[in-house]
Antibody, heavy 123, light 110 residues
């Protein structure tokens, strides 16, 4: 059974940093691209970032480029999102999601999602 | 900046048919954007319904179908049921590993 368990969320001040983790199990982690998708309170879904199965290729939404870094440790079956220079508008529930392919591409989609970890940016 | 558009809300009667759409602020949606659709009930993670325009995800009832209608992607629910009342999101692949979600449609069944 595929399981994705996010952690690391919490309250952080504007300008601060936070690292999210997503522990994966039930599939060959290194064979699939992974993504972070966020949802601000009462709002819609927003794709944040993706990483290829090997970790060689990373992709970012313009809203987080230069501030967030996605990475993975295939030996630990864990996905990360390092967030810095946080803003109030980064407040959201952050989901990790599994891709069906090793590299994000057109026919890809997100087949499994975690339950999310909440990040609140406030002073 | 590319904006993916969806109807903010829609209503359907139980047993009725509804078509939700997914467009672009500039241009037309085609199969080259590989539209996919996700269903989200309150407090839950999204669930995949449709991918690559019209392929149903495993376990999704065949009353959910995807297509291209005119210049938009479309999700049609035939024979709507009470538990179809939730939020629906489309997402388009923009190339170079970039995805853009629509703002979502809140579907009411009444």
């Amino acid at each position: 059974e595929v399981q994705l368990l996010e952690s690391g969320g919490g309250l952080v001040q504007p300008g601060g940093s936070l690292r999210l983790s997503c522990a994966a199990s039930g599939f060959t982690f290194s064979s699939y691209a992974m993504s972070w998708v966020r949802q601000a309170p009462g709002k819609g879904l927003e794709w944040v970032s993706s990483i290829s199965g090997s970790g060689s290729n990373t992709y970012y939404a313009d809203s987080v480029k230069g501030r967030f870094t996605i990475s993975r440790d295939n030996a630990k079956n864990t996905l990360y999102l390092q967030m810095s220079s946080l803003r109030a508008e980064d407040t959201a529930l952050y989901y990790c999601a599994k891709d069906v392919d090793p590299v994000p591409r057109g026919p890809s989609y997100f087949d499994y999602w975690g339950q999310g970890t909440l990040v609140t940016v406030s002073s | 900046q590319t904006v993916v558009t969806q109807e903010p809300s829609f209503s359907v009667s139980p047993g009725g048919t509804v078509t939700l759409t997914c467009g672009l602020s500039s241009g037309s949606v085609s199969t080259s954007y590989y539209p996919s659709w996700y269903q989200q009930t309150p407090g839950q993670a999204p669930r995949t319904l449709i991918y690559s325009t019209n392929t149903r995800s495993s376990g999704v009832p065949n009353r959910f179908s995807g297509s291209i209608l005119g210049n938009k992607a479309a999700l049609t629910i035939t024979g709507a049921q009470a538990d179809d009342e939730c939020d629906y999101y489309c997402v388009l692949y923009m190339g170079s590993g970039i995805w853009v979600f629509g703002g979502g449609t809140k579907l009411t069944v009444l």
